[in-house]
């Protein structure tokens, strides 16, 4: 198939990476000419790495590499049989985005955002083809990464999510649909736990060592919450917590104080060498 994919930051190189080994040609978009070199280079080495560990041919590589066409226009979209997008989670650039695509897509394309926590139903409603619309919110990384959340929003048609469901499947990922309910199901379940064991460590509960240890040993969990908060990055951690808990209103997703002042020190997790734990 033809695929465009909108964004080739962290997430929109890995789902290019992907549909370009199930066969399918891809078009890259991404209005930062750096951001188009970092995701080739990105995808190189996450290639040569499949490659090292035999699950890859080296001819199956480079022939998915070659498969991905970097752009910075806005141009040949028209053939495009899957759009999907992945560019900075903000509103007004979805928006912009939308409103573009909504013009030049084909109205047979399925058309798809990568949103962890903006409103799918809102998102289709830029591009004017929301029953062509849904979420399909692949994981980092995702080459590694099975799990697709195929999202159904407000208006989307069956045959889009039925669509939505094959494609996943074809690019050897697990799709599960789901509601367009904030956080969908991992984040929603995910957030508020990584967000308890902050709580937990502010009231003295234990140290944060021991809080993941006792995550891993008692709960068979293969990261504790705390080492996965640093690896996820506070700041995104933050913001999940904050839009689960305006659009619930629910205070059972208030984020942690401690959260919220680690994120004005600068304490970002991995990315900033210090989180609940220090990096090199
Ligand atoms: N990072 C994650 O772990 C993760 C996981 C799941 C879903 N998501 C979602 O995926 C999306 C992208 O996240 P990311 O982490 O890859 O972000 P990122 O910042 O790494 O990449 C976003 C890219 O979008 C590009 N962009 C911005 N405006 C554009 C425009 N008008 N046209 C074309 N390209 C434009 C930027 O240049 C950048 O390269 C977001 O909606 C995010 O919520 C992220």
Same mark, same amino acid.
């Given at each position: 198939m033809r695929v465009a994919v909108i964004g080739a930051g962290t997430m929109g190189s890995g789902i290019a990476q992907a549909c370009a080994v199930a066969g399918h040609d891809v078009t890259l978009l991404d209005t930062s000419e750096g951001a188009l070199g970092r995701a080739q280079a990105g995808m190189k080495s996450s290639l040569e790495r499949l490659v090292r560990r035999e699950r890859l041919s080296e001819s199956d590589a480079a022939a998915a590499l070659a498969r991905v066409s970097p752009q910075? =226009? @806005? /141009? &040949? /979209? =028209?053939?495009? =049989?899957v759009v999907i997008e992945a560019v900075f989670e903000s509103s007004e650039v979805k928006r912009e985005v939308w409103e573009r695509l909504g013009k030049v897509v084909s109205d047979t394309a399925l058309l798809a955002t990568n949103t962890s926590s903006l409103s799918v139903t809102e998102i289709a409603a830029y591009s004017g083809r929301e029953a062509r619309f849904c979420g399909m919110h692949f994981f980092n990384p995702v080459p590694v990464m099975a799990l697709v959340e195929v999202v159904r929003g407000l208006r989307s048609s069956e045959a889009a999510v039925a669509e939505a469901k094959a494609f996943v499947e074809g690019i050897g990922k697990t799709p599960i649909v789901c509601q #367009? $309910?904030? &956080? @969908?199901i991992v984040n929603r379940l995910l957030v508020p736990y990584i967000n308890d064991a902050m709580h937990a460590l502010s009231e003295g509960v234990a140290s944060a060592a021991e809080i993941d240890e006792a995550m891993k040993l008692g709960?068979?969990?293969?990261? &504790?919450p705390l080492a996965l908060a640093d690896l996820v990055g506070l700041d995104v951690c933050l913001a999940a917590g904050q839009a689960l808990h305006e659009e @619930? &209103? #629910?205070? $059972?997703f208030r984020p942690a104080p401690l959260l919220k002042q680690m994120v004005r020190a600068g304490k970002l997790g991995r990315k900033s060498g210090e989180g609940f734990y220090e990096y090199e």
């Open positions: 910075t =226009e @806005f /141009l &040949g /979209l =028209e053939s495009a =049989e #367009d $309910k904030p &956080g @969908f709960a068979n969990m293969p990261i &504790g @619930f &209103g #629910d205070p $059972k």
